[in-house]
């Protein structure tokens, strides 16, 4: 009995060890081969929808086998897809997430109820599919938009929340009929491909309504509402905005969780509801996805209990990471992902609330940023540790530290993140706090 017990584990850990060496294969090919925009930037852009169409033209459109929720906007569109995912599987349905960019692994960009999708499936999908890759010429963001879309017909999931990449009229996933449109706000990022106004801005991220669809825009901002109520009713899309709505105010908050009293139509909804997230920002984004879940067809039974067991598990519920995100404590270390001008002021004015003695910043960006306009966010007061992502987009050190210097902003360049992290905390007091952040691509290398 024992050496048949052997065996069967000898076979099993081969065939573990197998997919591993597998799925790194794959993921080299598709890091490698493929354009990919988060590693180095406008090359690998495309300016249509033909490849992704022709793509999912091959599988047999699977996105036309459940229904989808559709979300773009400049910032807080990934917290949103999450708590929205939350809401909905607490409820008991199969939710896919498809969000963008990962931090640590692949995987992380295609979910069901929080579970990453498999190596294997990965991994089968990139080998049967070659023969197609190499005919068409597609992008690494199409080719991963197709893999969630296929993945989710073949879990046959019962609803997918989708985010939009960059922009959203010309975005892969922008093929798919949703069920219903959610737009956050309107910020500036990507200017090269979005255009330099938020008006123009907007009319990229309104690109994603469809006719007769309705859509959920998250801020009323004076700029672009003009933008989406026009596009909606050209679309005849009943157009909401959730803050019109919605009234999320903070009440306090601990490194697990944060509460907040939340209005609905100016009454009471939730007193001290305690949510999984951290970012007095979190407020716009809670208020768009309830407004979200309110827009959904009828079909679609929501409980209130369940919305609240959903916002306090949310982390649980869909493996969320990266925003706000609490690394250790004594002194605290924190990471997040704000990589833009709306995000870095909003964590900025989160960080002047906290009671600590110093900060100190693990700070590295790509070299596609408005360097300047980013580094005007940040406190002169405080102590600055540059590095550069570990990837080809990322900014030279030497000359993050020598702009942030210009703008009265001190510090040391280091020769990766990890060596900068490793300085922040060794200064810092136990009443002191770490920020690691400046892009995506710098919070994946510590969490």
Not at 225 to 243: L, M, P, Y
Not at 386 to 391: D, E, L, M, R, T
Not at 417 to 423: F, Q, T
Request: aromatic fraction near 10%; charged fraction near 25%; charge should be positive.
């Amino acid at each position: 009995m024992s050496i048949y017990l052997f065996t069967l584990f000898y076979f099993w850990a081969m065939k573990k060890e197998n997919i591993y060496t597998r799925f790194n294969s794959t993921l080299n090919y598709m890091y490698t081969q493929l354009p990919m925009f988060q590693r180095v930037g406008s090359q690998a852009m495309k300016k249509d929808l033909t490849n992704i169409k022709l793509l999912c033209e091959h599988l047999g459109n699977p996105f036309e086998e459940y229904p989808c929720i559709h979300i773009a906007g400049t910032n807080g569109k990934g917290s949103t897809a999450h708590l929205i995912s939350a809401m909905l599987q607490e409820h008991g349905y199969k939710v896919g997430l498809y969000t963008s960019p990962h931090y640590r692994d692949f995987r992380e960009r295609i979910k069901i109820d929080g579970k990453y999708i498999s190596r294997k499936h990965v991994v089968d999908f990139i080998e049967n599919n070659k023969i197609v890759f190499e005919k068409i010429r597609p992008s690494f963001f199409e080719i991963t938009v197709a893999l969630a879309f296929d993945f989710f017909a073949k879990e046959k999931v019962d609803i997918a929340v989708i985010e939009t990449g960059l922009g959203g009229r010309l975005d892969s996933t922008n093929i798919i009929t949703p069920i219903l449109s959610v737009i956050t706000n309107i910020s500036f990022d990507h200017q090269q491909f979005l255009g330099n106004t938020l008006k123009k801005i907007a009319g990229e991220k309104a690109g994603i309504i469809k006719k007769n669809i309705p859509v959920v825009i998250g801020e009323t901002q004076e700029e672009t509402i003009s933008v989406f109520e026009k596009k909606a009713k050209a679309k005849k899309s009943e157009i909401t905005f959730a803050d019109q709505n919605y009234r999320v105010v903070k009440k306090s908050e601990n490194l697990t969780h944060t509460k907040f009293d939340i209005f609905k139509n100016g009454k009471a909804f939730f007193s001290n509801q305690k949510i999984n997230l951290h970012g007095d920002y979190q407020a716009k984004n809670i208020g768009t996805a309830l407004q979200a879940i309110d827009s959904l067809p009828s079909s679609f039974e929501i409980k209130k209990s369940k919305i609240s067991s959903a916002f306090s598990s949310l982390k649980s519920l869909t493996n969320f990471k990266g925003r706000w995100q609490v690394l250790q404590k004594d002194p605290i270390v924190l990471c997040d992902s704000a990589h833009n001008e709306a995000g870095l002021s909003l964590a900025m004015n989160q960080l002047n609330s906290l009671k600590i003695n110093e900060l100190h910043f693990v700070l590295g960006m790509v070299n596609d940023k408005s360097i300047e306009k980013m580094l005007n966010f940040f406190p002169k007061d405080a102590s600055f540790y540059f590095c550069k992502p570990n990837i080809p987009r990322g900014l030279d050190v030497e000359k993050l530290a020598q702009k942030a210097a210009e703008l009265g902003l001190t510090g040391r360049a280091y020769s990766s993140v990890k060596n900068a992290l490793r300085a922040a905390k060794k200064k810092a007091g136990k009443k002191d706090l770490v920020y690691v952040g400046g892009s995506t691509f710098v919070v994946a290398e510590v969490i």
